[in-house]
């Protein structure tokens, strides 16, 4: 009855597919994003690299154009123009000097006597800079189409140009990027720019850095190319951190189905929802051959596992502390039942299982009158069906007897079950004021053949009349079986051989054609 239907978990497949899908577009997010990030450190400590070497260029240039303006005077004489010669020799940078005056009029240089005058623009922005410095990228007579021009004016009014190829300027930050990161060095008002700068590509990032007081600016970029380039460089890296990451996706994707499709997760969710069915069988009375009880017992098909046992269910849901939940929905589940059938089932009581530990919870006789207000068709006609799986300890004894006591104060007829497997011997009975005894059906199938048993069954029968216990057989599944319990005395009879446990519906069908016969 109880077997496993095929799990529907999604096939090998299906999970190899998704966490091949899942990790590659992972690894593809993890490369693209932590290469851009590491990128944009690199150009962010470059650029102040960058920064410190410009800086540094810049102070020794202005000791330089100092050094010069000091020693010199407002004429051109041989030796001021030899002097010239001689710093611009011993200059790391500059290969030529020019002299001006208050009005910028260039009026000496390294070839002797000159008369321009420096550009406007290059005048006013040494006017305007506190210490009378600053830059330009101009044509030269002796260097050529671009010049890279530094300006010092001294407070006596003499000022210094240094004439250098652009290229002694940006050696170092050449050298820096390499070609991996264009730059765009703006001189005065003209920009001059790495090789790369030209290049076809998108920028992605930029840094700048400004030297104000020499009126420059750095801008560094870092371009689609370069990011490219490091892309296809890590596909190695690409496939070691896929294949990582596709281990990780099977991993979790397994246990997350595993435990999704797990028994224990399947119940705890069945509970939860009340997913789960009530069958109920008839227990018969010897008297007058009416179904005067039933008995609610659990039925729970798992859409992953099929038909679970009452008895695993029990067991799982006391493992998950669920015990309670799973007696609270049976007892809610037997007061629509009564609710749906009022008519037929006038006068039937049912009982429900319930375990013996939940009896000893404080929680359980509010529960149970919460439910008993809910439902109030249960009044009078539920019972509850107690097995004695395990020793009493002494100290709950006085707890169990007056939480019997409550619950039948409540209207509730209390039953043993299962007398003569468990715990519950002939003492127990004595102490506690059980309504019903249920002999298990271990005694009914070995009552006809064993002396032994037949004994003991008198007995029981006789002490149960004594304690005003009515007396229920479980387990007929024949006629003789049924002939030999009935000279016992007991008066009332349960088993397949008047039905098996049903569902709702059927029991309700089962009952009127008992009632018409
Ligand atoms: P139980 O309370 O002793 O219930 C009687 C069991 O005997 C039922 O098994 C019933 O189907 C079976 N039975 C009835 N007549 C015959 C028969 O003639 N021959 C045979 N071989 N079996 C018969 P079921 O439904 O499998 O339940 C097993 C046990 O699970 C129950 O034993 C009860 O201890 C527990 N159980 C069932 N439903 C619940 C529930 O809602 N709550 C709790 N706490 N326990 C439950
Ligand atoms: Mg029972
Ligand atoms: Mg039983």
Redesign the pocket.
Same mark, same amino acid.
């Given at each position: 009855m109880y077997q496993n239907i095929k799990s529907p978990m999604p096939s090998k497949i299906r999970v190899i597919s998704l966490s091949a899908f899942i990790s590659l577009l992972l690894s593809f997010v993890i490369l693209s994003v932590g290469l851009y990030l590491y990128l944009l450190k690199d150009l962010e400590e470059k650029t102040l690299t960058a920064e410190s070497i410009l800086t540094d260029r810049m102070d020794t240039i202005l000791v330089e154009l100092k050094g010069v303006a000091q020693s010199a005077t407002l004429s051109c004489e041989k030796e001021d123009v030899r002097n010239l010669i001689e710093k611009s020799f011993y200059s790391p940078m500059f290969k030529e000097y020019g002299l001006f005056n208050e009005d910028y009029r260039v009026y000496c240089s390294n070839f002797g006597s000159q008369t321009f005058t420096i550009y406007s623009s290059i005048a006013d922005r040494i006017k305007e800079s506190k210490d009378g410095i600053t830059v330009s990228l101009v044509q030269s007579n002796t260097l050529g189409h671009q010049t890279f021009f530094a300006f010092y004016q001294g407070e006596n009014g003499i000022g210094v140009n240094g004439l250098a190829p652009p290229k002694s300027l940006v050696v170092e930050l050449e050298h820096l990027f390499s070609t991996q990161y264009p730059y765009n060095l703006t001189v005065g008002k003209r920009v001059l720019s790495s090789q790369e700068a030209n290049s076809d590509y998108s920028v992605l990032s930029q840094r700048t850095v400004t030297l104000d007081e020499w009126t420059m600016s750095l801008v560094v970029s870092l371009s689609s190319y370069l990011y490219w380039d490091y892309f296809c460089q890590s596909i190695p890296l690409f496939a070691i951190l896929w294949l990582l990451l596709f281990a990780i996706c099977c991993a979790i994707f397994w246990s997350v189905l595993y435990y999704r499709y797990s028994l224990p997760h399947s119940l705890r969710k069945a509970i939860k929802e009340e997913a789960m069915d009530?069958?109920f069988?008839p227990i018969i009375s010897l008297n007058d051959q009416k179904a005067r009880d039933m008995?609610?017992?659990?039925?729970w098909k798992s859409p992953y596992h099929g038909q679970v046992?009452?008895?695993t269910?029990?067991e799982i849901?006391d493992r998950l502390g669920l015990?309670d939940d799973?007696?609270w929905m049976?007892i809610r589940k037997v007061g629509c039942f009564y609710r749906e059938n009022s008519a037929i089932l006038e006068g039937v009581s049912i009982a =429900?299982?319930?375990?013996r530990h939940?009896l000893l919870e404080e929680s359980f006789i509010p529960n149970l009158q919460g439910i008993l207000a809910e439902y109030p068709e249960l009044k009078g006609r539920l019972g509850l069906?107690v097995?004695e799986t395990s020793a009493l300890n002494m100290s709950d004894l006085p707890i169990m007897v007056s939480q019997f006591e409550r619950i039948k104060a409540l209207g509730i007829e209390l039953s043993v079950?299962?007398f003569g497997t468990g715990y519950s011997g002939l003492d127990f009975l004595r102490r506690f004021p059980y309504d019903v005894l249920?002999l298990?059906?271990v005694f009914?199938s070995s009552f006809q053949d064993d002396q032994f048993t037949r004994q003991i069954l008198t007995s029981v029968t006789k002490l149960a009349r004594e304690l005003n216990m009515k007396v229920v057989a479980?387990?007929?599944?024949e006629q003789e079986q049924l002939d030999a319990i009935k000279e016992l005395g007991v008066d009332s009879v349960?088993?397949?051989?008047f039905s =098996?446990?049903l569902p709702g519906d059927q029991i309700i069908q089962w009952l009127e054609e008992k009632t018409q016969k």
């Amino acid at each position: 009855m109880y077997q496993n239907i095929k799990s529907p978990m999604p096939s090998k497949i299906r999970v190899i597919s998704l966490s091949a899908f899942i990790s590659l577009l992972l690894s593809f997010v993890i490369l693209s994003v932590g290469l851009y990030l590491y990128l944009l450190k690199d150009l962010e400590e470059k650029t102040l690299t960058a920064e410190s070497i410009l800086t540094d260029r810049m102070d020794t240039i202005l000791v330089e154009l100092k050094g010069v303006a000091q020693s010199a005077t407002l004429s051109c004489e041989k030796e001021d123009v030899r002097n010239l010669i001689e710093k611009s020799f011993y200059s790391p940078m500059f290969k030529e000097y020019g002299l001006f005056n208050e009005d910028y009029r260039v009026y000496c240089s390294n070839f002797g006597s000159q008369t321009f005058t420096i550009y406007s623009s290059i005048a006013d922005r040494i006017k305007e800079s506190k210490d009378g410095i600053t830059v330009s990228l101009v044509q030269s007579n002796t260097l050529g189409h671009q010049t890279f021009f530094a300006f010092y004016q001294g407070e006596n009014g003499i000022g210094v140009n240094g004439l250098a190829p652009p290229k002694s300027l940006v050696v170092e930050l050449e050298h820096l990027f390499s070609t991996q990161y264009p730059y765009n060095l703006t001189v005065g008002k003209r920009v001059l720019s790495s090789q790369e700068a030209n290049s076809d590509y998108s920028v992605l990032s930029q840094r700048t850095v400004t030297l104000d007081e020499w009126t420059m600016s750095l801008v560094v970029s870092l371009s689609s190319y370069l990011y490219w380039d490091y892309f296809c460089q890590s596909i190695p890296l690409f496939a070691i951190l896929w294949l990582l990451l596709f281990a990780i996706c099977c991993a979790i994707f397994w246990s997350v189905l595993y435990y999704r499709y797990s028994l224990p997760h399947s119940l705890r969710k069945a509970i939860k929802e009340e997913a789960m069915d009530v069958y109920f069988q008839p227990i018969i009375s010897l008297n007058d051959q009416k179904a005067r009880d039933m008995e609610a017992l659990i039925r729970w098909k798992s859409p992953y596992h099929g038909q679970v046992s009452p008895l695993t269910i029990i067991e799982i849901a006391d493992r998950l502390g669920l015990i309670d939940d799973l007696t609270w929905m049976v007892i809610r589940k037997v007061g629509c039942f009564y609710r749906e059938n009022s008519a037929i089932l006038e006068g039937v009581s049912i009982a =429900v299982n319930v375990d013996r530990h939940s009896l000893l919870e404080e929680s359980f006789i509010p529960n149970l009158q919460g439910i008993l207000a809910e439902y109030p068709e249960l009044k009078g006609r539920l019972g509850l069906e107690v097995t004695e799986t395990s020793a009493l300890n002494m100290s709950d004894l006085p707890i169990m007897v007056s939480q019997f006591e409550r619950i039948k104060a409540l209207g509730i007829e209390l039953s043993v079950d299962d007398f003569g497997t468990g715990y519950s011997g002939l003492d127990f009975l004595r102490r506690f004021p059980y309504d019903v005894l249920k002999l298990d059906r271990v005694f009914v199938s070995s009552f006809q053949d064993d002396q032994f048993t037949r004994q003991i069954l008198t007995s029981v029968t006789k002490l149960a009349r004594e304690l005003n216990m009515k007396v229920v057989a479980e387990g007929i599944e024949e006629q003789e079986q049924l002939d030999a319990i009935k000279e016992l005395g007991v008066d009332s009879v349960q088993g397949y051989f008047f039905s =098996v446990p049903l569902p709702g519906d059927q029991i309700i069908q089962w009952l009127e054609e008992k009632t018409q016969k």
